[in-house]
């Protein structure tokens, strides 16, 4: 069954400055800049409420499978809304059970080597997306920090450091050697 119209508000918080022209959203904050494309979603209508300031996304005519793109789409502009403001931050773990890996990180903050994982000789090497800093977390052993604004970049370069380190050949439940993300969330709560 096709629901006639379904509406979802958003509130822009304070300092910050949103365009939006043809399902492109720009936020601009104290943080930064970051843009989205929605204009592969067909049916949905976002519109700029400037007098009560906020964002109004709706759908008509829409079935239940694609009602789910509307929420989908105000949790895209919120972590927006999130970044510019506040930034994005991923704690990563490095567990081993015989060989201690060694991670080093390059001065500008930009990529990350791994070396002697599973006491192998070849080095990992882990460039990270645009914005995405690395830093090593000194109150605990063997975790990094990645933080940005853009979630999405954050996320991919967790997920690329932890790509790197997938053990390969051997039973995955016994050989559980690797790099885990322990935390996530926003900079300040996290």
């Given at each position: 069954m096709k629901v006639l119209k379904a509406q979802r508000e958003l509130k822009i918080p304070d300092g910050v400055e949103v365009t939006l022209k043809a399902r492109k959203i720009t936020v601009k904050g104290p943080r930064g800049t970051l843009t989205r494309d929605f204009t592969h979603l067909p049916r949905i209508d976002l519109f700029h409420?400037?007098?009560?300031?906020?964002?109004?996304?709706?759908m008509y005519f829409s079935a239940k499978k694609r009602l789910a793109c509307l929420r989908t789409v105000c949790s895209h502009i919120d972590n927006l809304f999130n970044g510019t403001i506040k930034g994005f931050r991923y704690k990563m773990r490095a567990v081993y059970a015989h060989?201690?890996?060694?991670?080093?990180?390059?001065?500008?903050?930009?990529?990350?080597?791994?070396?002697?994982f599973l006491g192998e000789k070849r080095t990992r090497v882990c460039n990270m997306l645009d914005g995405v800093k690395v830093t090593r977390d000194d109150s605990v052993k063997d975790c990094i920090i990645l933080e940005a604004n853009d979630i999405d970049?954050?996320?991919?370069?967790?997920?690329?450091?932890?790509?790197?380190?997938?053990?390969?050949?051997?039973?995955?439940?016994?050989?559980?050697?690797?790099?885990?993300?322990s935390e996530k969330g926003i900079i300040g709560e996290v």
């Open positions: 409420d400037k007098e009560n300031q906020q964002i109004v996304a709706t060989f201690p890996f060694n991670v080093n990180i390059a001065p500008a903050g930009d990529r990350v080597e791994i070396r002697n970049c954050v996320s991919k370069s967790a997920a690329l450091i932890h790509m790197a380190c997938l053990v390969k050949n051997k039973d995955i439940r016994k050989f559980l050697d690797g790099f885990y993300v």
